[in-house]
């Protein structure tokens, strides 16, 4: 696992936000798939790029946790039961 920046949080989520033309001139919005993981990878690193945060040669893998922690944060509040009170 490649140790990351402490922006990187950010950078993802400015970087799901954006879209991506492809091969075909289609403009597609970023997503945390992985089965199309590099627009997402690509603009993670043009937030760092141009904030001129230092970091190294990562993948997907390598930013999935920070991933699953985003996508756990937008998740909404599962209701908890609230006990049953005593019988009157």
């Known amino acids: ?7 990187t ?4 989520i400015w970087a799901e936000q954006q ?3 492809d091969r075909g001139g289609n403009v597609n919005e970023i997503t945390f ?3 199309d993981a590099q627009p997402l990878v690509d603009k ?3 937030y760092l790029d ?12 390598d930013i999935r946790p920070i991933i ?3 996508i756990a944060e937008q998740q909404p509040e599962q209701p908890t ?4 009170g005593p019988a009157e």
């Open 50 to 61: 141009e904030r001129k945060i230092k970091y190294g040669t990562f993948s997907y893998d």
């Open 19 to 21: 879209t991506y033309t």
């Open 9 to 12: 949080k950010d950078a993802i």
């Open 68 to 70: 699953d922690e985003i």
């Open 33 to 35: 798939d992985p089965s």
């Open 44 to 46: 993670t690193c043009v």
């Open 81 to 84: 039961e609230e006990p049953e």
């Open 1 to 7: 696992m490649v140790a990351m920046p402490v922006e």
